[in-house]
């Protein structure tokens, strides 16, 4: 990866953009299909940074999935004078240019990616909508022109879209994580597409409609850890006003407790990698040792048993949740709910089953995960059973394979940083 936050001159910006006519055209010739030409506009000498490599990389997988078979060839520039990608798709240049156009308007900050088309010809295509300028809304090449807003002012504009766009996109990845851990079937003695497992209060849609009432916490989470590294104070008062949101959201029902504490850690530190790079684990412990326990209805057995809980993980710097983000990224979805399950010192198994409970469900995990895994989903639903039968629910390991799943998520910006 190219440096970041580095100032480019002049020459070097001709020249990266000579470099990619020239590719443009040798495209053109070798295929004889319409291509989309994406690139970034940031103003002033520096051209790349992480947030706006996120937009970048964002929007570039959103091309990817809406082309589909359609996408022919693609080349991606990773340069300190901005990343970009050349794509060559078997598709009408004026279809192209409505699919481009449309991811372009589909968020704020996508008034920072240009999306040129040129047709097989080598024209470009023209916006029927002139873009708009950054700051006045008025034409954009007539405000660019005569610089009429001052670089200072167009960067803390550009700024200010990328640090919403990051907040808002990284939100709506833990409302995914959530929903795809609560979906996944079948998990022992947890709510799934099956059934309420031991909960007899609780269903899948209550699930989603919990998870869909956290996205403005999470959205504030990461907001609170892009302005500065003290926010658990900030962070913890906003997780309250979450619970009191989901409480009210299910009718009292508690379902995201755990993840609240868990996700607004890891959201906020990974806020604080946009912001200034860093680990996120260790981010994410520097918060938790700053604040108060969680307060989760696991807590006295967690004492009682003298067992670390969500603070322990946290505070550890999330190792189960780390490794369970391994094994889904190798091995599956089951294969890293069974490593959670045979590992986790679950607080919550605790306080429903005690050690008995505990070991109990850490033996048959593990002895599933030894096996075939052509077995592991019959096994699970015979674990499933027997969990509902003694009122287990491993509530701990579903919080963690659903931050295992954010986590992979976001591996481009916690790997890059």
């Known amino acids: 990866m190219q440096r970041i936050d580095h100032a480019v001159n002049l020459r070097e910006m001709l020249e990266a953009r000579e470099t990619r006519v020239s590719k443009q055209q040798r495209l053109l010739r070798g295929y004889g299909l319409p291509l989309l030409s994406f690139t970034m506009n ?94 006045c809304g008025g034409p954009a090449k007539v405000c660019a022109r005569s610089r009429a807003h001052g670089l200072e002012a167009v960067r803390a504009a550009t700024d200010a879209l990328l640090r919403d766009f990051a907040a808002e996109h990284l939100a709506a990845s833990a409302v995914d994580a959530l929903i795809w851990e609560v979906d996944l079937t079948p998990k022992p003695g947890l709510v799934d597409r099956e059934g309420p497992g031991a909960h007899r209060d609780m269903d899948l849609e209550l699930f989603h409609r919990s998870a869909r009432c956290l996205r403005p916490y999470f959205q504030q989470a990461v907001t609170l850890g892009l302005a500065r590294r003290d926010c658990m104070a900030d962070l913890q008062q906003a997780g309250r006003r979450a619970e009191e949101a989901m409480l009210a959201s299910t009718g009292g029902v508690n379902t995201h407790k755990g993840a609240i504490y868990a996700f607004g850690l890891i959201l906020a530190a990974l806020g604080g990698v946009l912001a200034e790079g860093g680990s996120v684990y260790r981010r994410a412990a520097a918060l938790a040792a700053a604040g108060l326990p969680p307060d989760t209805p696991d807590a006295a057995a967690r004492i009682r048993y003298d067992a670390g809980g969500a603070r322990g993980e946290a505070l550890a710097g999330f190792p189960n949740a780390r490794r369970a983000r391994e094994v889904l990224e190798h091995s599956g979805p089951f294969a890293a709910l069974l490593t959670l399950l045979s590992q986790v010192e679950d607080a919550n198994l605790l306080r429903r089953g005690g050690i008995e409970g505990l070991e109990f469900v850490r033996s048959r995990a593990a002895s599933i995960l030894a096996g075939a895994p052509e077995m592991y989903i019959h096994r699970l639903w015979e674990l499933d059973g027997l969990c509902t039968a003694r009122n287990l629910s491993p509530g701990g390991s579903a919080d963690l394979l659903a931050l295992a799943k954010l986590l992979d998520s976001t591996r481009r910006i916690w790997e890059a940083a």
């Open 42 to 135: 940031l103003a002033g000498p520096v051209k790349r940074g992480r947030l706006g490599d996120l937009l970048f990389w964002t929007v570039l997988d959103s091309l990817r999935e809406s082309l589909g078979e359609m996408l022919v060839h693609q080349e991606v520039l990773d340069a300190s004078t901005g990343l970009e990608a050349l794509l060559v798709c078997d598709l009408p240049a004026k279809a192209l240019k409505v699919l481009a156009v449309g991811l372009e308007e589909s968020r704020p900050a996508g008034r920072l990616c240009d999306l040129d088309v040129l047709t097989p010809e080598g024209g470009a295509l023209s916006r029927e909508t002139p873009r708009g300028c950054l700051m």
